[in-house]
Nanobody, 119 residues
Framework: QVQLVESGGGLVRPGGSLRLSCAAS????????MGWYRQAPGKQRELVAT??????NYADSVKGRFTISRDNAKNTVDLQMHSLKPEDTAVYYC??????????????WGQGTQVTVSS
């Protein structure tokens, strides 16, 4: 019923920038928190950034380099990434805490988008 679709991933040089976007669609009544997570090969999925109302939260490894933002009218969340490092290479997943059209809460995940930082 609810889909999250990420876009904007790709290959970027160290020190470069990339902007990820996630669009939620389907049977949505409202969305509470939204966020980005990532998973590198052989590692656990980790939180990158979340945004809830006017509050944001960032992993220490990305703080000062990444910025998360939302457009509530469009049900989208973006992640602007600057000063990218090879260690940022991972599959990035969009996450949303959704109240669906049946007024039921559900935690939704996107399919992931690959970000590769390499020279």
């Amino acid at each position: 019923q609810v889909q999250l679709v990420e876009s904007g991933g790709g290959l970027v040089r160290p020190g470069g920038s990339l902007r990820l976007s996630c669009a939620a669609s389907g049977s949505i009544f409202s969305i509470n928190a939204m966020g980005w997570y990532r998973q590198a090969p052989g590692k656990q999925r980790e939180l990158v950034a979340t945004i809830t109302g006017g509050s944001t939260n960032y992993a220490d490894s990305v703080k000062g380099r990444f910025t998360i933002s939302r457009d509530n009218a469009k049900n989208t969340v973006d992640l602007q990434m600057h000063s990218l490092k090879p260690e940022d290479t991972a599959v990035y997943y969009c996450n949303a805490d959704i109240i669906d059209s049946d007024y039921l809460p559900r935690l939704s995940w996107g399919q992931g988008t690959q970000v590769t930082v390499s020279s």
